[in-house]
């Protein structure tokens, strides 16, 4: 064989194949994708997604590393399982999809913008303070990510529907200052930190 093909050979045989196997949840799963095309028909946002399941599996195998880990199309999943319910090769693609927005996140390289990125760690710093979700302090927090303009014209609109859950007592102003959480929600913060070094070290980011 010559140089050129041997080259050409270890090229597809890409590293980054590997590196979703080693850093992305469910990730060895890939390679056994047969393109049908079942998964991104079953999605009910699959006409929204640039880049739907099958085509970012084959994206990952023809070693597309940046225009993998720099869409948004993964964070579209809403986790409806339609799709791993769907497959033939019984693919668990809603778990790749949410390890590979993971993974983008963690190397620093997901689409800042792009709000199911921005509710997931409004999300997360929320639940992770007390191991309970404040739900005044994250609506709020919803409602002005974008600045205080948009956040009171955002609250001008949906008025009545907070209203409703006041009444409903489903928002609660106080709550926005006190909000009991779990009992031991220091322990919880150690627990998550601790995991998270585990976690890390354990897939040692390969790249």
Request: net charge positive.
């Amino acid at each position: 064989m010559a140089d050129s093909d041997t080259a050409m050979v270890e090229r597809y045989r890409n590293s980054f194949l590997n590196e979703v196997e080693a850093n992305v949840e469910e990730g060895d799963w890939v390679k056994m994708c047969i393109q049908c095309g079942v998964c991104s028909g079953s999605c009910p946002f699959g006409p929204h997604w640039e880049h739907p399941p099958q085509e970012l599996f084959m994206m990952i195998r023809a070693g597309k590393r940046e225009a993998v880990l720099s869409t948004d199309s993964m964070w579209m999943c809403t986790s409806c399982y339609n799709c791993i319910v769907r497959c033939p090769r019984e693919i668990p693609i809603t778990h790749i999809m949410h390890g590979l927005a993971n993974y983008a996140h963690r190397l620093g390289i997901a689409p800042k913008m792009n709000p199911t990125r921005r509710f997931a760690k409004l999300f997360w710093d929320n639940i992770a303070q007390k191991g309970r979700v404040n739900e005044m302090r994250l609506s709020v927090g919803l409602y002005f990510m974008d600045g205080l303009a948009s956040g009171i014209k955002k609250s001008m609109e949906m008025a009545s529907t907070g209203w409703g859950m006041f009444r409903a007592k489903r928002m609660n102003p106080p709550t926005l200052f006190v909000h009991k959480g779990c009992k031991d929600s220091e322990g919880i913060r150690k627990m998550l930190k601790k995991a998270q070094e585990i976690e890390d070290r354990r897939k040692g980011l390969t790249v």
